[in-house]
């Protein structure tokens, strides 16, 4: 199996979809066949929860471990104080196709525990070397922050992703993302492409909001997709029921607009070999 796809869902700023873009993109790479590896870098457990109910997560992060362990700020959850390794922390098929690495409260002192480590930014990508020919595409959804985290998200993508609500302090972040992203990458040497900016969580019809969109387009016009997702309640929904939109509502307008994006975004991801 060739290298696979690793695409990190990033944005300082939280309530702009970025969990629901991460797992329903990774949901629709598992329907159409690709093996696929979602990991869950925010502390809230969104993408987790997503997938598995929170009766489920907390027997596997007891048992089996969770991507804190992976940074090493877990090592001693069980009696014996072993360490947890990516073998039984993965969790198998929590949909057709997918795997899981949860994620886990713990993440919210990163910064604090790993202060002194070295290679800090590069736990991640050391843990998933030894398994990343096991997928075709890996799909990290990072806190809405760039934290230790995301930092070590961006030093193993190949590609990110920035969700963008049609709102005014959504649209003045993303010059910042971009120059601290572009910082970050330049400081590890490492080159991720912006796959694409995708507007999402568009409520009803409003002026400002299509201005706003408008001007989006207007300054990255490469790289806004085309797809567009709205807010809908079935998407909260499958949350609820820890299921993708293809499963809850298949052929619903949030499973169209979802799957629109994904194929679209795998598009772009598919089009650079082709250049």
């Not at 809405?144 to 302090?169: E, K, M």
């Not at 490492?190 to 002026?207: F, N, T, W």
């Not at 990255?220 to 949350?239: G, H, K, T």
């Amino acid at each position: 199996m060739a290298e696979p796809k690793i695409v990190a869902c990033i944005n300082l700023k939280g309530g702009v979809g970025k969990t629901a873009i991460a797992t329903n993109f990774a949901g629709y790479c598992g329907i159409n066949g690709m093996a696929t590896l979602l990991v869950d870098l925010d502390p809230q457990t969104n993408a987790t929860f997503s997938c598995i109910s929170i009766d489920e997560w907390e027997d596997h992060a007891t048992k089996n471990g969770t991507v804190a362990n992976l940074f090493g700020i877990r090592s001693h959850t069980s009696a014996e104080g072993t360490q947890k390794g990516l073998d039984t922390i993965i969790r198998k098929n929590v949909w057709k196709n997918v795997d899981l690495i949860p994620s886990h409260v713990d993440l919210f002192t990163i910064d604090l525990e790993l202060a002194g480590a070295t290679a800090r930014e590069t736990k991640l990508r050391k843990a998933l070397t030894p398994i990343m020919n096991q997928y075709e595409m890996i799909v990290c959804d990072c806190p809405p922050n760039l934290t230790i985290p995301t930092q070590n998200a961006l030093a193993v993508c190949t590609h990110y992703v920035v969700p963008i609500s049609p709102d005014f302090l959504s649209a003045i972040g993303v010059g910042l993302l971009l120059t601290q992203v572009r910082k970050f990458c330049d400081d590890m040497q490492v080159e991720p492409k912006l796959a694409g900016m995708v507007l999402s969580r568009i409520g009803r019809p409003a002026i400002h909001r299509q201005l706003t969109a408008n001007s989006l387009r207007e300054r990255f016009p490469n790289d806004v997709l085309d797809s567009e997702i709205y807010e809908r309640v079935a998407v909260s929904e499958a949350v609820e029921r820890h299921i993708s939109i293809y499963r809850h509502a298949p052929g619903s307008p949030a499973a169209n607009e979802f799957s629109a994006m994904s194929k679209e975004l795998l598009g772009r991801l598919d089009g650079e070999e082709e250049e």
